[in-house]
């Protein structure tokens, strides 16, 4: 199965559970719902950004497959178009390694500083390409946590956006759920349909 049809989703329909799990599945038993003339709004949210997933089920399922198929998944953005004014990291990195020194996998690419950053790369030991590897490095260490917990709560979000948004107690709840206040979000949100509260923990990390 392609990573896209393996995609992670959640159906709701109204404000319960339809179906749970790989998009293809999901989107199958939401096709099945419609043609079988339920009426209740069906929404279906990527378990990951807590976003709606667009789907177009016209057609045989083979058909919607393909579509599935050929729609590539959620992801990281792409490389940003270099600029023409970059000023390269360090030519070192461009230039054939001597006899003996292990090759690492360095790729050449350009950044764009300011001249006093540049005169502080300029001044730290192993040039500024080791230097800028190891902030990349601390930086991927230090940092995991923290953008785990804005990815769970912008995904938390984006769903309390879409389903809870006239439910009681939603402003409290949004305020909680920035505020990291997991135990809040929760005691907010309590009286919640419980498929919907369910969710929203569980994107939120509370689950």
Known sequence: MSDSLAQP?????????????????????????????????????????????????????????????????????????????AAPVEAEDRTPRGRGRPKLGVVAREVTLL???WDWLAEQPGGASAVLRRLVDDARRNGTDAQRQRAAQEAAYQFMLAMGGDLPGYEEATRALFAADLARLQQCIQDWPGDIRDYALRLAGAL
Do not use: H, M, N, W
Request: net charge positive.
């Open 9 to 85: 989703v959640t159906a709701f329909q109204a404000q319960r559970v339809l179906a749970t799990g790989p998009l293809l599945e999901v989107a199958l038993a939401v096709k099945r719902a419609t043609e079988g003339g339920e009426r209740q709004p069906l929404l279906v949210f990527d378990d990951a950004s807590g976003r709606v997933v667009d789907l177009d089920l016209r057609g045989t399922p083979d058909e919607v497959r393909q579509r599935l198929a050929a729609t590539p998944p959620p992801g990281p953005g792409r490389y940003r178009q270099r600029q023409p004014d």
């Open 115 to 117: 001249p006093r950053q």
